[in-house]
Structure formats: C-alpha cells, structure tokens
C-alpha cells in the first residue's frame, strides 16, 4: 500500500489532509494548531487543552463529556501539548471504532461533533471561561510541571537542552512555567485562545474510510472566523559548540543519569542530514550499535545507552544511566566511539544494518493510524514534499563519506550529570 | 496436517493453530496489507515460578529471585557473540520481556520475515551460558535494578503487591535485587532453562501479511526435537493467606507530590481459562463504572482537588494471585483513600447502575477493537491469555455475554475492607 495523504485548503491557514484506508478497525481526526514557541505564550499554550476538555457549551461537564465517549464505544479523545522544534503545537484528537464492527456508521458524527464543540464552543461564564475550570486546571499544571522529576531519564535529556540551549527558543519546556501561572486568569487565557483561533495555522487531518458526506462535514467544523495567520519562523541552527559547559544535578537517586549533548549544525534540509541520522544511529540506535557494544556489553556500565537526532534543532544527544563513579570512563568511551566514527572506521555492514533499521520503522507507520497522521504533519511543518517511498530511498543512498562528513561536525557543547553526592562520597 | 482454524466473522479476523510433534504450539493470525510482521516466542515462565521441581529431579528447588528475568538476557549469548548482529542484518528489531508469568522472545519485521523467525526459534533453544558472561550481566542487571529503584511509579506498585501478599512470589521484584542477583550461577540458569524451556511449555505467536505453511516449514527446519518430554512441571506456590500481610506500607523518595497504590486482594483464586478472563473482565468493569473519568466519585475528587487524570482502578488476576488496585497522585493520599473506603461501604444497587454498566460495557468493546489495530498488542494479549487457557479470537464474545448480575455479585465479593492495603510513596522532606 502506498501512503498517500491529500492537502486541501479550506479556509483562511486551514488545511485538512485525508488519508484514505480501509485497512484499520478505527478512524482518527486530529485538529493541530501551530504555534510560536515563546516564553509568553507557552504557559498559556499549555493551559488551554486543559480547560477546553473540561466543558462545552454542550457538555458542561467533564462527567458529561466522559460519558458521551463511552457511549460511543469508547471513542477515544486525547489532546497534547508538544513541542516540534521551535513551535508550539495543541493537537485534539478523536479515534473511534468504524461503523462496520458495530453495526452503526452515523454514529463516527457523534464523536465528530463532540470534538467541534470541545475545540470552538467552550463552556462560558459571563463571556469568559468557566473561573473554577480555570484554577482547578491551573493547579493541575502546575503539578504536572513538578512531576517532571518523576521520570529522571526525561528529565535529564530536557535538563541538558536547557541548559545547552539556554539562549535560544528550544530550551522552552512545553508545558510552561510555574511562575507564570500566577498572572493568568480566565480573562487572560480566554482571549489567548480567541487569538489561537483566529491566527494559528490549522491542520486537520483524518485517517480511515470516508465518503463526501463525511469530507463535507469536516470541511464544515472549521467554518470559523479568521484573522492575520501568524507566520512562525524556522529554527535558528548553531554550529559549532555555544555553552560549552558542564551541568551537575545533585540529586537523591540511586542511578546517575550521563547526557552529552552535541551541536551538529545540519538542518533538515541539507543532503548531508540522511547521513547524520544514519551516523546516529550506527553510535547509538540499537543493541547493534557502537555505544551499546561497547558501554554496555563490553564493560558493563549501563543498561540503557542511545544517541537520538533532534530533527528541527540538529542537536544530537548521548545518554545512558550509569554508576556515579563510571563517569569519566563513560564519557571517555563515547568520545572515542565517536573519533573512530569520524576517522571512518566502521564498516558497510554497519552501514547496512543502520539504513535497514532507520528504514523498517519509518515503513511501519503505515501500521498505525496515529503515526500516519503525525507522519504527514512532520513533512508540513519540514515543508518535505517527499513520499515515504522517496524518503526510503534518500536513506539508501547514503554514502560513507557523507556519514563520516556529517559525523565530523559534532560539535560537544554540553555535559549533563544526575548524581547524588550523598553516594559518592560514602 | 492437523490445522485448526478459529474464525470470527465479528472480528474479521482468523486463527491457525497446529501443535508440532515435539509439543510447541503455533499459532497465526494473518493480517492482510500490514507492512510489519511480529513473531513472540514464549515460555509459560515467569518470576513467580521460583519453586520447583527441576526436571529430572525429585526434590523441588527454591531459585535466587529474579533469576527467569536473568535467563532472559543469557539467551541473547550465542558463542560467535553476534546475535544482534544476525537480527540487525535482517533488518529485524529483536527484543525480549519477563514479567511475573511469561518470558517472552519477540522480533518484528518488515522484510526478511521468515528468516527471523528461524533465527529467533534457534537461539531460544540453544543456550550458551558461560561463567563469564553470567559475571557480565550481572553489572548490566545490576543498572536495570537501580533505574527501576529511582522509578516511584514502580516503587510504590512493589510496595502495595508487599503489603497485599504475605508469602506468594508475585510481590518479589521481577529482576530480583543487586544482591540475589549475585547468587546466580550456570548450574542454576540451566536447570531452569531445561525445565521451562520444553517445547511442550512454550508456544509461538506469530502475526502478519505470511503464510502459515511456510511458518510451519521453518518451525519445523528451525526447532530442536531433542528434548525430553515432561508431562508437567510440578511449581510450587507457598500457601497464601486470605489475610493481607500489612495494611500500609510508606515510603519518601526523590518524587514531585505523593503518589498511592490502593491494593484489593483477590480470594477467589483457582480458576483458569474463560472463567478467570470472566472474573478479569468484570471485576474491571467495576472498577471502570467506579473510578474512571466517568463516574461521579472521580469528578467530585477531581473537583476538590484531590486526585489529577492520573486517578483510575484496574484488576489483574492469574490462576494463583489476583488484586485490584486504585493509582494516583495526591496530596492527600490518605483522604483519598478514606473516601474510597467510605465509598464500597454503600450498597452495590446504589453504586453500579445498568446504564454505567452498559456504557463502560460498550467502551471496553470499542477499546478492544481498536487494540486489534496493532499487531504487538494482539501478540502480547495473545500470549498472555494463552497461557491462562484462554484464545484472544473469543474475548469480544465472552465481553459481550457478560451481564449486569455478574457485577453485582463479584462487588460483593472482592470490595471489602479485610482484603485492603495502601503503599504512599512521599516526596522527600
């Protein structure tokens, strides 16, 4: 089956994109709104979904809303909050059983019109939100932003961005900041969103089966008033080593947590890119890799050990989680992992099996309806107009000078440690 | 060739069976027009089963905790030491998991399927377990330990299977600690290994757009037929108490705000097959009615500000332990859990309406349906219900037969105040 996705533009900065199959048990519809990543409209950004989910002018309550669902066979509605590079993106999103399992095709109108109202008709107070939705969510936020710590491997990738990037957009957590809350209220945050509505670019995508009738009705949830369509600018790219520092977390934990964090200076856009991600992922992608060979396998230091692209940002990040006192040795093994790669020395199998890996799981998004959906929104927002097919092939005909080429610009610019100086010193 | 196939029109999907002569079983569903194939390989072994009788012994044998989770990483040895390697050049993802009652070897592909499978199939059944490359894991498990020790959503779960159970290995740690993991030894990992690696005990799952003849035709090249036939393999599981062992276990650890487990013990344990997935699927539809986003009890907590959308309640049983358990995050755990408390005291009529119970009922069908849109959620369901007698081909039928009594009975039963156990983990001071 070839993947083919079809861009209409249905209004002022809308699009909706149709993804024809028939091969899965559900379909999905997702509403993406783009925005700028920026420290005064993140919090905000984030609060957002949180508040919309919790009432309609329809459904007033989250109860309501709830129940509505799952009289719907379960229809599943998810919102998310995520950062893509340097833009800010709300996604709602629907997935619901086909008809045909269920004998009841009209009811996907349901559903349909549920996420409508959750998107454009909020419930409303006086003209503005609902003030204990506000603080209730608020308050959710704000937990959610602590909670962050709960996850120590996340955490510490997102500590190193920060601290490395700590200049420049990217180093924004998508969820906002906790000192910003204060200063939000129903009012604020109401015509923040009338402002999201109006100027954001919107991209609707579904995937599954679907007739004109059904086209005509998405065509008809985004009739909605517009104003000037924000432009949001591409990503600054830095190469060559900025911070240069080393960051320590002490921190009460029983494992440290190792990132090394490198420029690489390749946009997306460059030729050279394909060989970035396959020189990636020959250091650090699977159990085959440099880095789990050698930090792992051969000397036992780590469980976990990866290199990961940051695509929009070309950043590159080392991590693993290691005894505080393996620290140095760590570091010292990634770095040669990395010189021998520069100086060529890994060879066409390495090669082979990198590209078959990079390959399969870009293929396998054909399997998952969701993945479809966020697959042909990253080509939009990397104004890619490739075809899986042709993005397939770009990988196979990396070179080994260009991985060794686009190896050779890392750049290290930042090291983060998790440690507990309680252990250490014992 | 005996081939058995299951088919429900109400799923559109199909199953082959066919059980080889050295006893595996085989199992395909076809997945017509999916780019990726999946094949699970899995022994009916898990960290619960750390007594028995050795195979060929007499005597039953106590093993170091966390030594079927150990096994698992072994098998990836081979003596030209490039297993990944092979499956890395296929253009395959090998991977493997051990939870309480299953190990499971698994790989998924998009080329070069049947190749995979024989090498998955090959080095399952040839271990290659040395001295010293047991010592080396032991550094790696070691560091898999410690993440799972920084991890409080892991913590506080171990702690409220501890305070629920009093001898039964389900609250051991499923890779042991640092240190029983040092008692490991070759001698160890092979009886295990030739214990519940026999064929008769392990059955495959295979998935995708392939053929089931040629599946059995590299199972049939691939398999080792070498093995000694076991009737049954005699597991020993300490008596249980009815009685919980603690009701309350703390804990402060590096963690934003506190976060509780809520533990209900399960007695009516023993069964298998239809009427333990039975028990399963009503026991969740209660605590679905009860405490999901839903139900009023979830929205009013939500509004006073004492639970977050992490609040919610699911049952899991196997044939020797079963429990409920209610998660979350608080600030007020033990409020929370007062409430809950307060909340079962009520009369069944008054909490379990027929209309929740036709919704939650609807949603745990549309649930399931979209589950089958993934092949690894259907081979890793498979397998799980396999093992407790059960074909995933029959769920949707046995969800929809269940009716508004079977609730009311097993509320009765399992939500009580004897059965109840609460693990806080507190962020620190």
Known sequence: MNLKSERINIGNGIHLNLVKTDKFKSNLLSFYFLRPLTKEEVTKNALLPLVLKRGTDEYKTNLEIQRKLEENYGADLSVAINKRGERHVLRFTVETVNGEYIGNKEYIYDVFSLLKSIIFNPLLEDGYFKKSYVDQEKENLKRRIESRINDKRSYALDRCIEEMCKN??????????????????KNILYSHYKDIIKTSPIEIF????????????MKEMAVIEREDIITIPREQIISGAKTKNMVYDDLDVNQGKLVLGYRTGIPYEDKLYNGLLVGSDILGGGPNSKLFKNVREKESLAYYVSSTIFKYKSIMLVDGGIEFEN????IDIVKDQIEEMQKGNFTMDDIDISKKSIKS???SIKDSIFLISEYFFSQILSNDNRSLEEVLEDIDRVSKQDIIEAMSTLTLDTIYFMRNTKVLNK | MDIKIYESEQLKEKLYYKKMESGLKVFFIPKEGYTKQYAIFATDYGSIDNVFVPIGEK????????????LEHKLFESPDNNLFDKFSKLGANVNAYTNFNQTAYLFSSTKNFYESLSLLIEFVQNPYITDENIDKEKGIIAQEINMYMDNPGWRVYFNCLKAMYNEHPVKIDIAGTVDSIQKINKEL????YNTFYNPTNMALFVIGDLSFEEILRVVEKSQKNNYDKVE????IFPVEDKKINTKLIEENMMTSAPIFYMGFKDWENGLRGEKLIKKDLVTNIILEILFSSSSAFYNDLYEEGLINSSFGGFYTGKESYGHSLVVGESKEPKKVYERILRLINEPAETLLWEDDFNRIKNKAIGE??????SIEFIGNNFIDLYFSDFLLIDYLTLLESIEYKDILERYNRHFTEENVVLSIINPLE
């Open chain 1, 168 to 185: 420049e957009r990217f180093s924004i957590y998508p969820l906002g900041n906790i000192e910003d809350l204060a200063s939000i209220d």
């Open chain 1, 206 to 217: 579904y995937v599954g089966d679907y007739d004109d009738k059904m086209v005509d009705y």
């Open chain 1, 327 to 330: 620290f140095e040795k760590t």
């Open chain 1, 361 to 363: 799981s870009t293929e």
């Open chain 2, 59 to 70: 005597a039953p044998l106590e093993v170091p905790e966390g030594i079927a989770h150990f």
């Open chain 2, 189 to 192: 990992l092979y009886k295990c």
């Open chain 2, 232 to 235: 049954e393999i005699k597991r």
């Open chain 2, 368 to 373: 399931f349906l979209m589950g089958l849109n």
